[in-house]
Every structure is written in C-alpha cells, then in structure tokens.
C-alpha cells in the first residue's frame, strides 16, 4: 500500500470532499470491471443516514452496486427500502435473526462467503462504530489492509482520508485485490433514496458457529435530531462545570433552535453528558449547516469532528480560546449570561414570525 501525505489548514481541509455525483474517472472504462458490495447498517427496518453515504461512495467508483443487508425480516423489510435508493442495482439479503446486532464475529464470516460468491472488487461501509467493527475483521479473514475513514475518492485504487486529528491529509494507493474501505459519512452526500428499483436476491447464510451471544442492550432515546445528521447543532463543554448546568443551558438553546446536542470529551469524561453525544477524533464526526459551542475552548481532537460545519459559533470567556481560530462568529463573553440571552431572542423570533 503506498501513501502520500499533504498537509492542510483546518478549514481548508473542507474542499477535499466530494459530493456524491459524476465519478472523477472513466465510468465506460471501469463499469465492466468495478463491483462493489456496500455493507449497510440498518435499525428497525430503516436505512442508517450513514450507509446511504457509503452508496454513494459506491456509486462514485462505477459499476454495479450491491447492496447487503442481514437480519430477522431483512428480506421483506429493509431490503425494499435499500431497492428504492437510486444507483443500487442489486439487494442481497440474508434472513437471520442472528445477525440483527451485527455483532463483528458473526457478521465478518457472513460476510466473507458473499464476498467470495459475489466477486466483488471492492467493498465498502460507513466509518460508525458498526462499519468500524465489522470491516477491518472482514477484511483481516482475506487478507487484505482495509483503509478507514475515506473523505474522496481518487480513483478505483486511490483514496484519500485525514489524519494527524485532520491537520494532513493522507493518500492511499491500495495494491489489495479486493478494496476494503469505510466512508466518512459527512463526505458522500447521499443521493434519492427513492426511484430505484434494484433486484432483491437472497445471499448466502454460513450460520457459522459463533462463541459470540447477543445479552442485552440499554439505547438513551431522544427525540430530537440524530446528532450524525443533524443540519443544526450545539454542544457543550467543560466551561459549563456540571451536568445540572450542561442541561438547564444547552436543552433550551437546543430546543429554540431545533438543534441536536453534542458535547466535547471534556464533557463526557466529567459525566456532564452521555458518551453517545461526544463530538470529536473518538466520538462523532459531524457537519451541520449550523454548530453552536459554548464552553468548548477548541481542542484539535475536537476540532476533527466539527470542522466541516458550514457555520461555527462560539462562545467562550477566553478570547485567546483555540475554538475562535476555527469559528466564523465568535462572542467573548460569560456563557451562563450570554447563552439564555441569545435563548430568549431566538424563542422571541420565532414567535414574531408566527
């Protein structure tokens, strides 16, 4: 595998990612010998925002696309949802309650037998914690280096992907036969997920023997947006000193403006809010339309999930603070007065507009 790295600025690193359209190489050249299988995650019957990134990650490379999908009902459910996605040309769906968690030890050797039937040249998931289990073992039963968190693509071999918490970008020539790779999901804009029309097929079930057992899981549910996908966002970090705080400042600020929250790793590690809405180089990649920040000083570990948001505020007491450097408006000043101030304007806008 050979690699070349390129430094960038913070912000500047946005114009590396592509969205999801014409294929930046020949499409009549490559379509007779490109097939890729697109590994989609998928919970209650419903496609993860981030597995229709990884289509169109798919669909960027030419040739035939395949979507895989495995679980109890897979065939009749999700599958006919992943047939409508425009640019899927063929569902394979295995109906197997065992793999409803895709937990990696059961999913990888799934996976290798329909790699192997399918003669697929290249394969590719969203970089989730799903996609983060599940490929590299996959990859690692074929003997093959998988290349993680893909934000272009430069060609059927080459691909680009950040690194050093996003101050460089590296590309990466893979030399692999079969092309392992996960996908940022801010980077691929997903395209319609209706008007397709794909043929589900059934796909082969191993039913391995697995020393892996499902137990139990405990999901925090919230209405409001998935913090993955989210157009507007706010986060708190340690500048708002408790979990009391965190809540009575940020829910209000969050509910004016629609908004998902997040929070930086300063946050979470002082149980101010839950690990699920960490944003940042081991928490979540986001890039909203809009991410407001109060009390985040700008850490480059958080820097590297946020970085890609179209507008950055911040607000924070330290004017010198790392986050300014980043941030398109910025405002000096105490958050606990200035947050509720700017609450209460956004509640009085929007019922000045009804």
């Excluded at 329909?114 to 599940?134: E, R």
């Excluded at 820097?303 to 607000?315: H, R, T, Y």
Aim: charged share 20%; hydrophobic share 40%; net charge negative.
């Amino acid at each position: 595998m050979n690699s070349l790295v390129r430094p960038c600025a913070l912000r500047a690193s946005r114009h590396l990612y592509p969205s999801a359209g014409t294929s930046p190489f020949s499409r009549s050249s490559l379509s007779r010998l490109l097939s890729t299988l697109a590994i989609l995650e998928h919970r209650d019957g419903k496609i993860a925002g981030s597995s229709l990134s990884a289509i169109a990650a798919a669909i960027k490379l030419g040739g035939p696309v395949t979507g895989f999908v495995a679980g109890k009902g897979a065939k009749s459910g999700v599958a006919t949802e992943v047939a409508k996605v425009e640019g899927v040309e063929t569902v394979l769906a295995v109906e197997n309650e065992a793999y409803d968690k895709g937990l990696p030890e059961n999913y990888a050797p799934l996976l290798v037998e329909n790699i192997k039937k399918g003669g697929f040249t290249h394969v590719v998931a969203s970089h989730s914690a799903f996609g983060k289990n599940v490929l590299p073992r996959v990859a690692a039963m074929m003997d093959a280096q998988p290349v993680s968190d893909v934000t272009a693509i430069e060609g059927e071999d080459t691909f680009v992907r950040p690194i050093f918490a996003g101050n460089a970008v590296l590309t990466v020539q893979s030399t692999d036969p079969i092309k392992f790779f996960t996908v940022r999901g801010t980077a691929f804009q997903p395209g319609s997920s209706t008007g397709g029309s794909a043929q589900i097929t059934d796909g082969v079930d191993p039913a391995a023997p697995s020393a892996t057992t499902w137990v139990s899981e405990d999901l925090t549910t919230s209405e409001r947006p998935d913090l993955s996908t989210a157009e507007r966002v706010v986060s708190g970090g340690r500048g708002l000193k408790s979990k009391e705080e965190f809540d009575r400042i940020m829910t209000p600020l969050a509910d004016a403006l629609g908004a998902a929250i997040g929070a930086s790793r300063a946050a979470v590690d002082e149980k101010m809010a839950d690990n699920s809405l960490q944003v940042g180089q081991t928490g979540k990649n986001v890039a909203p339309q809009l991410y407001l920040c109060a009390g985040i000083s700008g850490a480059i570990q958080h820097l590297a999930g946020m970085k890609d948001s179209k507008v950055i505020a911040a607000i924070n007491k330290d004017p010198d603070a790392p986050i300014f450097q980043v941030a398109d408006v910025g405002l000096v000043g105490d958050l606990f007065e200035k947050v509720p101030e700017l609450t209460e304007k956004l509640k009085n806008a929007i019922l000045t507009e009804l």
